[in-house]
């Protein structure tokens, strides 16, 4: 399983990949990206199973990204990892695609949570 | 362990300001106890201002009829000591200057966020913005309203910082 991880800020890729192996994903191929547009890329490049991304970043927001690989066909499952986790984002996340949204801060088990329905 | 109750809130700043100043103090408690494994905080004092010098990470939460803005502040130890906890890393082990604020920023984020969900109910157009790290000082105008709160995010000696622009 081939997942990307994306997010601004090293240390919260580092983190979200530490959970991963903490949730059973310790086989799994993790590529990184520090905004959506790098993120646009690298889906186009590596071709993830499964897409991780926060919300705010610069350049490209999370969203922005995810409507973007919408927009050209591209069906990844995609969750977001994100501190935003009001009712109306998480609305706005699945009404675009997303399969999860994982707020911050999380558990190993929100994890878990996630991404056994995500890699199903 | 739960944050204090802040008391006389209204006699020093008015009681909207407050509100977003206990938002703070209870979104600084969840962080301390979920993102940093912190046993919590506790709460030393509070005084209108802000801290000076500083160093450590600022994040806005805009709408509407909001324009905000949220510090974790301390030393050069202070943050070295966030960011170990946040990736887990032990006290001997080395940190450059970009991965502290690079975790610290990711500090910030996480209490920003904390911030904005108990606050929606006051504007549902809330933006959280990105957040900026900072090394010296904020110079303060009339037109600036700054409030200060400090507190124990587990063992490390914390600021916490609330701004608003006076409309």
Redesign the interface.
Same mark, same amino acid.
């Given at each position: 399983m081939k997942i990307l991880i994306v997010d601004? /800020? $090293?240390? @919260?890729r @580092?983190?979200v990949m530490?959970h991963l192996r903490q949730a059973g994903y310790g086989d799994a191929d993790l590529v990184e990206a520090a905004n959506g547009a790098e993120g646009l890329e690298t889906t186009r490049r590596e071709v993830p199973d499964l897409v991780l991304s926060d919300w705010? @970043?610069?350049e490209m927001n999370g969203h922005e990204f995810l409507c973007a690989l919408r927009a050209e066909g591209n069906d990844v499952r995609f969750g977001f990892v994100? /501190?935003? /986790? &009001?009712p109306?984002m998480r609305a706005l996340a699945t009404g675009s695609g997303a399969e999860f949204l994982i707020? $911050?801060?999380? &558990?190993v088990e929100a994890f878990e949570a996630a991404l056994s329905g995500a890699a199903a | 362990m739960t944050p204090a109750t802040r008391e006389g809130t209204e006699t020093d700043t008015d009681s909207s300001f407050g509100e977003w100043v206990e938002a703070l103090v209870q979104a600084a408690d969840e962080l301390a106890t979920s993102a940093l494994s912190f046993d919590g905080i506790e709460r030393l004092g509070e005084t209108p201002g802000l801290p000076d010098p500083l160093e450590g990470a600022f994040i806005a939460l805009v709408g509407e009829d909001t324009n905000v803005q949220f510090g974790l502040v301390g030393d050069e130890t202070t943050c070295a000591s966030l960011a170990r906890s946040l990736l887990f890393m032990e006290p001997e082990d080395e940190l450059c200057d970009e991965d502290v604020a690079d975790a610290v920023n990711e500090v910030a984020n996480i209490l920003g966020g904390g911030v904005k969900r108990r606050m929606m109910h006051r504007d549902s157009t809330l933006k959280l913005g990105l957040p900026v790290f900072i090394k010296g000082t904020i110079h303060s105008s009339s037109h600036l309203e700054a409030w200060t709160v400090a507190v124990n995010l587990g063992p490390v000696p914390v600021k916490l910082v609330a701004l608003r622009h006076h409309s």
């Open positions: 601004d /800020s $090293k240390a @919260m @580092m983190i530490r705010n @970043m610069p994100t /501190s935003e /986790s &009001t109306e707020a $911050k801060p999380f &558990t | -």
